[in-house]
């Protein structure tokens, strides 16, 4: 079974602080997205790798960046975080296999903004 | 882009009865239609996905139909049980490996 990791259950931090959000898979899936999840907004793409030091931006990358330096880690930045940026975070992998793959995504990490 | 609408967002059933949680996309290029299952506390899980050339697909209890043409795509749950109470999403992508959600359905099954 493909396991995705994120490093967080809960994280609470304060305004202007830089956040770093960590998400691990072990299927060696060339893919990778973060999403952040708010009530009545469904999942919203962030940001997304399809590859090792690649990274494409989603609807909403504004206030955010990512890392994606090995193929099994990626990471979310928030710069300077603001109340505005509290939300569920999912991370995301899947294969690039032929046509379309379904993502596997992690248990989430809840973060609040104080 | 594409854009995807989900009905109805709250759904409750009785123990037993059948459920239905329907989407609409947009762009006749989406080629890909899966089905995500949320449970409290926990990360979206694969139920069930459809490709364009298939109308339905069934996996025991959970059937998914796509008509191409009107550009929508169903969710059939049959013999609810309790442990089917959760966050329902459907999502579409075209050829390329990025997904556009619904907003969600919360099924609750009543006993």
């Known amino acids: 079974d493909v396991k995705v990791t994120q490093s967080s259950r809960y994280l609470v931090k304060r305004t202007g602080e830089k956040v770093f959000l960590e998400c691990v898979q072990d299927m060696d899936h060339e893919n990778m997205f973060w999403y952040r999840q708010d009530p009545g907004l469904g999942l919203r793409l962030i940001y997304f790798s399809y590859d090792v030091k690649m990274k494409e931006k989603g609807d909403i990358p504004e206030g955010y960046s990512v890392s994606r330096e090995k193929k099994e880690r990626f990471s979310l930045i928030l710069e300077s975080a603001s109340t505005n940026q509290t939300s569920m975070y999912l991370c995301a992998s899947s294969s690039r296999g032929k046509g379309n793959q379904p993502q596997h995504f992690g248990d989430g990490t809840r973060l609040s903004i104080l | 882009g594409e854009n995807v609408e989900q009905h109805p967002s709250t759904l409750s059933v009785q123990e037993g009865d059948s459920a239905v949680i329907k989407c609409t996309y947009s762009?006749?290029?989406?080629?890909?239609f899966p089905w995500y299952k949320q449970e409290l506390g926990k990360g979206p899980q694969l139920i069930i996905d459809?490709?364009?050339?298939?109308g339905e697909k069934k996996d025991q209890r959970i059937a998914v139909t796509l008509n191409k043409t009107a550009k929508h795509f169903s969710l059939h749950i049959t013999e609810t049980q309790p442990e089917d109470s959760a966050v329902y999403f459907c999502?579409?992508?075209?050829?390329?490996?990025?997904?556009?959600f619904g907003p969600g359905t919360r099924l609750s099954v009543l006993p």
């Open positions: 999502a579409a992508s075209d050829y390329g490996q990025n997904f556009v």
């Open positions: 762009d006749s290029a989406s080629n890909y």
């Open positions: 459809i490709r364009s050339n298939v």
